[in-house]
Each structure stands twice: as structure tokens, then as C-alpha cells.
């Protein structure tokens, strides 16, 4: 038997493979689907089902093209009712995969459709529990995600169920079982995730504030619904995709991997309306972008941004990124239901300056710089653009808090003929930021490079304590 996490960073997903004796499931996939398929084959392992947890929010499934692709059946628990072929699995029930079991467990409570599979290795001796967003490690999946599409159901009645599924159907399980589940720290599918990705159940009984012995249902709700952010605002999105189907991959790919030279990249931005996404490293693109354009880096939390600060999940786009890496900017940004890529600009920002096109820029400068302005003019305006919380723990005695999260919110309280510094945590975040104030057309913002991090380092600044939140009311 074979059981093997597949844990993608930007996104804090885990997916898995699980083999024996010739038949392997995948559990809770990622849309490209061709490296599951390559897994399998190298084994010499058929796909046998393709199992999930639930109706994903922070990403779309790559159910339908492993299906298409395999002829794997595809297993939903209770309650689920997609727009396609699937195999509904009843709280109980047993699949065998070769030589061992995966028995169906409902566990309501983060969706309604939510299951957890548990696994039995070839004596019988059940080893694993693929708890998807019902159990996380630290955590348990936020009770107010399903009722974006629902709007009967409360995050009030959803914690309940999560709390009999886990008092009833969770914790007697033996502790020695693994539990795998879909998500770690990063993700916004919960709030207290641990950075580690698997865990004994047992421990997890010990440390997992959502599972003391002690605790009363009316305790439970309060706790799992106190703290919560907003969620992403493509997540309801990602559901409908998710039950209600979506394009193949490959059609995504292919409608996003379309070369344009400087002019046709220029052609087709005027003519379409797209929006051009730089995905290059913040300091590059401050250098010189294409006027207009907004930078969300490909090497930070990529996918989830984009879903954050871009509304339209059919928006039309075209991407500008270092040579090489288009397949892989398409790749993500398809994982969070983005499929409108329409082209890429070959050769990147070199060609297009290369074309004697114009290019804009963004003042960035160091911390010890910023010092020495502050020093100068004591009222020189700060924001810091991290989210509250982090504001809250830490900040420049004399900056302002504008929240990338909110950042239409941001443009009313700024000044267009002022000019303001601009910092996060460490630099990632910033540049989005300015990049998107920028080509509304705020030309004042300048760029703290390395952000508060680096801010620190200088010992040059006056920082605040810790303030709570209860006396700013």
C-alpha cells in the first residue's frame, strides 16, 4: 500500500494518491491532472475513483478531467447533488481499492456534502483518515463558507453539525490513526491551521482546541465562529464550478498559451479590455512595467490574491511574466477558476521595451531611506498595508493602516496630489498595492522595499506595542 501526499504551498492544499495492488484513488485533486495521471502509469496502477471531501471554495477540483481522462469514478458522500456523472456514497459505505478499504464517513458540519474517508490497510487496521476541511491539524474547517451559496443554512446551525459529526463520528476513532487532511496553515478555510500537515489523531484530541473532551456544543459554536475573515470573494465562485462543471484544462491551457508579439500584445489589450497581470518579482516590475498593468507575483501566495483583488472570475486577461513561466502562471491561476487567459507577451517586458514601447515605473526605496525622510519631515505620510491584525501587533508609530484586502476602500482615504509611503511585511504585498492605485491613476505612492521586516531591522524607527482591539472602540 502506498499512501502519498501531494501538498501544493501556494494554495495549502493537500491532495492524495493512494495505491494498492494495481488500483489508485486520487482524494481532493488539483485541475492539472496529467501528474496523478504519470504517477499511476509509472506504477503500472489504474485510477479506479477520484474521491472528495466536499465542494472545494478555495480552488477548483480536477474531478471531471481525471475522470474524463482515466474512466475513474467519481465519489461524493451524502448530500451532494453535482451537475455530472458521480457515484453518491452512502455514510458507511466500503470501497475497495486492491488489497485495502476506504470506508465513507459523513461528517457535516464545514459543508453539508462534507466526508472524510477512512483508510484500512490489508489486515483490516484502519491507519488513515482523509478529513478534508471537516479536521484540520490545529484547526476545524469554518462553519460560514457553505452558507454563501445556502442562505438558509447559519454558520450557527453548520457549527452544530461539525460538532456532533466530530463528537460522533470523529473522536472515538483510535488514536493512532494518521489524519491527512486538505489543508494547512495559509489557507483561508480555517484560522488556527498548524504549519504541519499531517498529525495522530490522538495528539490532535490533546491540542486541537475544537476537540477538548469538556467542551459544550454551545461552546463549540461560539469558539469556531468567533475570528472569522471575510472569505475570499472568488470562493462562492469556486463552488459553483465545482458542482456545475468547467473547461478542460487542456482548452484552458490552450486558449492561454497564445505568444503575442509587442504590437498584438498592445492590439489586444486596447481591443479586448483585458487586464494585464505582471506576475514578476515586485522590484522587477518597479523597474519598468507596461503603464496600466498591476503586479501580483507569481512567487508569493499567487492564486489567492488573484482571487481576492480580482473581481471577475471571467475577466479577460493577458499576462506578462518571465519567459518560461507562462504555462505555469495559466496553470495557477486556473486552479482558483481564472480561465481567461488570452495570450502572454513573448519575450516578456524585454520585448516590449525592445519594440520601443512605453514603460512606466515605481520609485522604491530602503528603509534606512525612509528614516531619513521621516527624520526630515516627521508628518510624511505612512501606509502600512498589512492586514489589521498585523498592524495591531507591530507598526510605525505614525503610519496608517489601509489593508491590501480593502484596497478600493484605501483610494478614499487618499490624497491623489500627496505623496505617501508605501510598506507591508516584506514587500510582496506593497507592490500589488501601489501597482493597482497606480493604474487608477494615484502616480504618489512610493514603494518601501523589504517591507516591515526590513523596517525592523534598521532599529532606526519608533514602533508600537501590541494594542487590542478593545481599546480602540
Same mark, same amino acid.
Given at each position: ?14 491532495? =492524495? ?58 465519489? =461524493? !458522500?451524502?448530500? $451532494? ?7 453518491? $456514497? @452512502? ?25 472524510? =474517508? ?5 489486515? !483490516? @487496521? ?7 476541511? *471537516? ?18 443554512? *447559519? ?32 489557507? &483561508? ?28 456544543? &454551545? ?36 486558449? !492561454?498559451?497564445? $505568444? ?27 523597474? &519598468? ?48 477558476? =481564472? ?13 516590449? @521595451? ?25 508628518? &510624511? ?44 511585511? !516584506? ?34 524607527? $519608533?514602533? *508600537? ?9
Amino acid at each position: 500500500m502506498t499512501v502519498e501526499q501531494i501538498y501544493t504551498g501556494c494554495l495549502a492544499q493537500g491532495a =492524495y494518491y493512494i495505491e494498492s495492488d494495481g488500483e489508485a484513488v486520487i482524494i481532493d485533486p488539483l485541475r492539472e491532472v496529467d501528474p496523478y495521471i504519470e504517477k499511476a502509469k509509472q506504477n503500472n496502477a489504474k485510477i479506479k475513483y477520484v474521491l472528495e471531501t466536499h465542494f472545494h471554495a478555495d480552488f477548483v477540483s480536477g474531478h471531471l478531467d481525471l475522470s474524463k481522462k482515466t474512466g475513474a469514478q467519481i465519489v =461524493y !458522500g451524502p448530500n $451532494a447533488k453535482p451537475d455530472f456523472d458521480f457515484h453518491a $456514497a @452512502k455514510d458507511g459505505e466500503v470501497l475497495q481499492v486492491g488489497k485495502v478499504n476506504i470506508k465513507v464517513i459523513h461528517t457535516p458540519g464545514h459543508t453539508m456534502e462534507s466526508t472524510c =474517508y477512512l483508510l484500512s490497510d490489508e489486515n !483490516g @487496521k484502519e491507519v488513515g483518515l482523509f478529513s478534508g476541511d *471537516t479536521l484540520f491539524i490545529g484547526d476545524v474547517g469554518r462553519p460560514d463558507l457553505a452558507q454563501k451559496v445556502k442562505s438558509e443554512l *447559519t454558520q450557527e446551525i453548520l457549527a452544530g453539525h461539525l460538532y456532533d459529526s466530530l463528537r460522533n463520528k470523529i473522536m472515538p476513532l483510535s488514536d493512532d490513526i494518521i489524519v491527512y487532511p486538505a489543508h494547512g496553515a495559509g489557507s &483561508a478555510c480555517g484560522k488556527n491551521m498548524s504549519k504541519e500537515t499531517t498529525d495522530t489523531l490522538g495528539n490532535q484530541k490533546k491540542t486541537n482546541y475544537a476537540l477538548r473532551m469538556d467542551m459544550t456544543k &454551545a461552546e463549540f459554536i461560539k469558539e469556531v465562529t468567533t475570528g472569522l475573515m471575510p472569505p475570499p470573494s472568488y470562493f462562492p465562485l469556486n463552488v459553483m464550478m465545482n458542482i456545475h462543471g468547467y473547461d478542460s484544462i487542456d482548452t484552458v491551457l490552450e486558449r !492561454g498559451l497564445r $505568444a503575442l508579439s509587442a504590437n498584438e500584445f498592445e492590439v489586444a489589450a486596447n481591443e479586448t479590455g483585458a487586464l494585464m497581470l505582471d506576475v514578476r518579482n515586485a522590484q522587477d516590475f518597479a523597474a &519598468a512595467f507596461i503603464p496600466n498593468s498591476i503586479n501580483i507575483g507569481l512567487q508569493g501566495s499567487f492564486a489567492p490574491w488573484v482571487g481576492s483583488l480580482i473581481p471577475d472570475i471571467k475577466q479577460e486577461i493577458l499576462i506578462i511574466a518571465e519567459p518560461g513561466t507562462e504555462e505555469e502562471v495559466v496553470t495557477r491561476l486556473s486552479r482558483v477558476g =481564472y480561465d481567461y487567459v488570452i495570450g502572454y507577451l513573448n519575450g516578456g517586458i524585454e520585448a516590449w @521595451k525592445k519594440a520601443g514601447k512605453e514603460v512606466d515605473n515605481i520609485k522604491s526605496i530602503t528603509p534606512d531611506s525612509l528614516a531619513d525622510i521621516l527624520s526630515a519631515q516627521p508628518d &510624511a505620510e505612512v501606509l502600512d498595508v498589512r492586514k489589521k491584525s498585523e498592524f495591531l501587533s507591530e507598526h510605525i508609530v505614525t503610519a496608517e493602516n489601509a489593508p491590501l484586502d480593502n484596497v478600493n476602500d484605501a483610494m478614499s482615504m487618499i490624497d491623489k496630489n500627496k505623496t505617501y509611503y508605501v510598506h507591508c511585511a !516584506g514587500g510582496y504585498r506593497s507592490m500589488i498595492f501601489t501597482s493597482i492605485l497606480r493604474a487608477r491613476g494615484f502616480n504618489n505612492l512610493i514603494d518601501v522595499s523589504g517591507g516591515f521586516k526590513a523596517i525592523k531591522e534598521t532599529n532606526r524607527f $519608533a514602533v *508600537t506595542d501590541y494594542v487590542c482591539p478593545s481599546t480602540l472602540l
